[in-house]
């Protein structure tokens, strides 16, 4: 490739970069307390609110339904009142976050679902607040699952802001249309493929790492 072109890339790999890390500490600072409450606000646990978990869990899976590209598009009037334009990088922060948060409320749910409830039962015995529960049995316990979760949330939204290039985003989806596939030149969409995978192994040895240090298992146990 051209140095313009190699130019090109890495300004789109930063703005990539930049799209998925905002997104994805707005969607974990939305989605982990979220997460929480589902987790803990069935009739009879520590936050006790059925009515409020059946709607949030109706609204957190109605917006896991809709497709990534078509929330981008359905979302361009409230994308526009909040950054002032629906293109560009900021721009597309927007639906990747909306994405990202119902995924991530899912996925600690799920993390804080599989903890052993006697755990529970023996912090409430000694008087535990559902507060103290939450933060000091709860969460270190999930841990390692959250930073999986996390993961997984991170990889897929790097796969989604590929998607945004589609409709006005930037960043590497955007280069691999208007260079590898409309301008017919398969060398910078071979190179927008392999700066992904990279990024995608990077982040996955990264969560598995942190995931394997916070875990209380004996090593034996791990990996099976």
């Not at 890339?9 to 707005?26: D, F, G, K, P, R």
């Not at 990279?198 to 240090?213: K, N, P, T």
């Amino acid at each position: 490739m051209s140095p313009q072109l190699v130019e090109l890339l890495v300004t789109a790999t930063l703005q990539t970069i930049y799209m998925v890390a905002a997104s994805s500490i707005l969607g974990t600072l939305i989605g982990l307390p979220l997460g929480v409450f589902l987790a803990t606000s069935r009739r009879g646990e520590l936050l006790s609110a059925a009515a409020a978990n059946r709607v949030l869990g109706l609204v957190v899976n109605a917006t896991r339904s809709v497709p990534f590209i078509i929330l981008v598009v359905a979302i361009i009037p409230f994308t526009r009142m909040l950054v002032g334009t629906s293109i560009g990088t900021t721009a597309a922060i927007v639906p990747l976050t909306i994405a990202a948060a119902p995924f991530i409320a899912r996925l600690v749910e799920t993390s804080i679902r599989e903890i052993d409830s006697g755990l529970i039962e023996a912090a409430r015995a000694m008087g535990a607040t559902p507060a103290q529960i939450i933060r000091k049995v709860l969460l270190p316990e999930a841990l390692p699952g959250i930073a999986l979760g996390l993961t997984l949330a991170v990889v897929s939204l790097i796969g989604y802001s590929a998607m945004v290039g589609a409709v006005g985003g930037e960043g590497l989806g955007d280069l691999g249309i208007r260079y590898g596939y409309q301008r017919f030149m398969p060398s910078v969409m071979l190179a927008v493929v392999i700066v992904l995978i990279v990024m995608v192994q990077l982040v996955q040895s990264v969560g598995e790492r942190i995931a394997a240090r916070y875990d209380k298992r004996a090593p034996k146990d791990r990996g099976r």
